[in-house]
T-cell receptor
Framework: TQLLEQSPQFLSIQEGENLTVYCNSS?????LQWYRQEPGEGPVLLVT?????EVKKLKRLTFQFGDARKDSSLHITAAQPGDTGLYLC?????????????FGTGTLLAVQP | NAGVTQTPKFQVLKTGQSMTLQCAQD?????MYWYRQDPGMGLRLIYY???????DKGEVPNGYNVSRLNKREFSLRLESAAPSQTSVYFC??????????FGSGTRLTVV
């Protein structure tokens, strides 16, 4: 079973600061997804990265997939209180009929105004 | 709005009671899933249904049963609730591995 480790577990920062969170795997990812979960809600898909070395940007969020496809990072520039939430990486298995999604343990981010 | 609807949103049970968590999706997705979320443990898959008429165990199936009633509905049943089943339960659906949509969760407390 693939293990997804995320770091840090908790992060509390001031509005306007930059931050990076990480997702590492014990084996190679076929692809990787990042989700954000706001308090009281279910996770919402932010991005899917597929190719080693790939970089995707979503406004102030930059997602990077490691060259060896065993790690990924999420960088937030000038964090805002609206960025507060639980950030989860997930490994969507390719092929078959199951499409089971395996999640990491998450990074809980609090952005103080 | 299209999406995944879960009921109830909150529930308190006594140890040994039974209940069914309901989930319905209106996106015509083939696959549906039940996850539980506990502090420090992320989301863990309980059961999933790859298509109508099929169900399979996930990572933590003990103490639960599921029914894929039709393409839209996937229910999770606790036959005899235990305090260890206190958690937040999420239902999700997908058509492919790249398109998961989650409900807003059911917060269950077993006392």
């Amino acid at each position: 079973t693939q293990l997804l480790e995320q770091s840090p577990q908790f992060l509390s920062i001031q509005e306007g600061e930059n931050l990076t969170v990480y997702c590492n795997s014990s084996s190679v990812f076929s692809s990787l997804q990042w989700y954000r979960q706001e308090p009281g809600e279910g996770p919402v898909l932010l991005v899917t990265v597929v190719t080693g070395g790939e970089v995707k940007k979503l406004k102030r969020l930059t997602f990077q997939f490691g060259d060896a496809r065993k790690d990924s990072s999420l960088h937030i520039t000038a964090a805002q209180p609206g960025d507060t939430g639980l950030y989860l990486c997930a490994d969507p298995p390719v092929g078959g009929a199951t499409n089971k999604l395996i999640f990491g343990t998450g990074t809980l981010l609090a952005v103080q105004p | 709005n299209a999406g995944v609807t879960q009921t109830p949103k909150f529930q308190v049970l006594k140890t040994g009671q039974s209940m069914t968590l309901q989930c319905a999706q209106d996106m015509n997705h083939n696959s549906m899933y039940w996850y539980r979320q506990d502090p420090g443990m992320g989301l863990r898959l309980i059961y999933y249904s790859a298509s109508e008429g099929t169900t399979d165990k996930g990572e933590v199936p003990n103490g639960y049963n599921v029914s894929r009633l039709n393409k839209r509905e996937f229910s999770l049943r606790l036959e005899s609730a235990a305090p260890s089943q206190t958690s937040v339960y999420f239902c999700a659906s997908s058509q492919t591995a790249y398109g998961y949509t989650f409900g807003s969760g059911t917060r269950l407390t077993v006392v």
